[in-house]
């Protein structure tokens, strides 16, 4: 069955530190606020108990999953709250025990009893969680699955469309590999020129363009904000910053105003090979330090794995191709974001189900995929490109410490993208028609893996 992924639906903007612990809970949170609403429940409601299961549970406080539901129950949107107004309102809930249920009905919420932490798993997903609003003659519980990347679904739902004949709207309908390769042969289009028709029968040229420097402009705001910052990151293990140090010893102390003028004057820099290796890291280090403090950024795939595709970009622009422009980016995204849905409909980009190999790793394959095309690549060698940089990321697995986003997530980002530059330049150098192993036999051998993996492995903090 043929899935309209968009793009956006696999580049999304939110809160850190986790796309499934945090996003997708907060996501939920706001679903179950318009199920209120339309039971016309919302100024019946008197309190709200959330309970969270399996990997929720387990890592859910150093993924902030706590405070993901308190501020989607406050009717909060992680792709606009002012991140500085994010600690100011759990405190004010955890100093009243009061809780504006989506600013329209002040509720009796109390952190410490009315999100409950279950360790045992439900049997649909590892990430399940449910909420529940009491009323003074009912109670109304609903449950629901972050199923990674900020995907939620709801069992009964994902079932009953599983059952349905689909029918996806896209003209150029993608289940896998073979069907994307195909569509490019046949049309002698590239893989972004696909993608673009597909998004075309979702939005209009504008928003499309508009969407996806949006996205683009997250990404640099947020490497610029890493190589800014510096200090220790939260959550008790005391991980000190170091994009800001590396960034200082890459660039100076020169100051710059806001992050364009700053991405020009890295443009203009010229760098040897050890300095383009540090230059990556930098920029993904930086990414994943602001998603350990809860700052803004793109899921790409995921949160956890949001530094690859914005550092393995900025070495396109900065390194590789110093007139590029928009058209470049746009490009650029359009493929990631497909290959990530090939691996989100074939196998799973969430760490609870698949371990790090569905996050880094594919994360590493989109990448890849994307700097191959603009460097040239063929879309042949472009589906290559992924499968390599998969190919050397199966058997990951997910088990941070303490349950947060910081080791070893932060640095594995910095060798998933130059695992993803380096799987572009040996399929630039294969004649890719030749390929011993397709793209979509390494999709399924991951998601063999996934499900062999032992449950401690699958970011259980185990």
């Known amino acids: 069955m043929e899935e309209c992924i968009s793009v956006f639906d696999m ?16 996501r939920g949170a706001e679903r179950f606020l318009a199920e209120l609403e ?23 406080k150093g993924h902030a999953t706590d405070l993901a539901v308190m501020l989607g129950l406050s009717g909060q949107d992680p792709e606009y709250i002012p991140i500085e107004n994010i600690d100011s309102i759990i405190k004010t809930i955890e100093k009243t025990h ?23 798993f439900l049997p649909f997903h590892a990430n399940g969680f449910s909420f529940t609003a009491y009323t003074a003659t009912q109670e109304y519980t609903s449950t629901f699955y972050s199923i990674g990347g900020g995907f ?7 079932n009953a469309k599983k059952n349905l004949e689909f029918k996806c709207a896209f003209p150029y309908m993608i289940d896998n590999a073979v069907q994307l390769l195909a569509y490019a042969k046949d049309n002698n289009k590239h893989i972004s020129e696909i993608v673009y028709e597909n ?30 910052s510096e200090g220790i990151l939260p959550g008790g293990l005391n991980v000190r910053r170091r994009a800001f140090d590396m960034h200082q010893n890459l660039i100076g102390l020169a100051n710059y105003s806001n992050p364009q003028e700053w991405l020009e004057s890295i443009r203009g820099t010229e760098v040897k090979f050890r300095q383009i290796l540090k230059w ?3 920029f993904a280090l930086a990414v994943n330090e602001v998603n350990a403090a809860l700052g803004r950024v793109v899921t790409a795939p995921t949160n956890g794995s949001a530094g690859v595709i914005p550092s393995v970009l900025m070495y396109y622009l900065c390194i590789e191709n110093h007139e590029a422009g928009e058209k470049e980016i746009k490009q650029f995204l359009l493929v990631a974001g497909e290959i990530g849905s090939l691996f989100k409909q074939g196998a799973t980009i969430s760490a609870a189900m698949g371990g790090c190999q569905a996050e880094i790793g594919v994360s590493s394959a989109m990448a890849a995929a994307a700097l ?8 042949e060698q472009v589906l290559m490109a992924a499968e390599i940089a998969m190919e050397h990321h199966l058997g990951l697995t997910c088990d941070p410490i303490g349950g947060l986003v910081q080791i070893p997530c932060i640095e594995r980002n ?18 890719a028609k030749n390929a011993k192993v397709p793209l979509d036999k390494v999709i399924a051998t991951m998601w063999q893996t996934a499900k062999d993996m032992n449950t401690k492995y699958k970011e259980t903090s185990e």
């Open 38 to 60: 339309s039971e016309k429940l919302t100024d019946q409601t008197s309190r709200v108990v959330v309970n969270l299961y399996g990997s929720l549970s387990l890592t859910g």
């Open 98 to 120: 009061q809780l504006n249920l989506g600013q329209k009905q002040l509720i009796t919420f109390n952190p410490a009893t009315d999100i409950v932490f279950h360790r045992e």
């Open 372 to 379: 191959c095309e603009l460097m040239g690549g063929t879309p």
């Open 11 to 26: 580049l999304k903007i939110g809160v850190g530190p986790s796309s499934s612990h945090t996003l997708g809970p907060w």
């Open 152 to 158: 939620v679904v709801k069992e009964e739902r994902f």
């Open 414 to 431: 910095t060798m998933g993208a130059i695992k993803a530059i380096n799987a572009a330049e040996l399929a630039l150098e294969t004649d």
């Open 280 to 282: 990556v890291s930098c």
């Open 199 to 228: 998004e075309k029968s979702m939005r209009t040229e504008p928003e499309i363009h508009s969407e996806l420097m949006r996205v683009w402009n997250t990404m640099l705001e947020c490497m610029y904000i890493g190589c800014h």
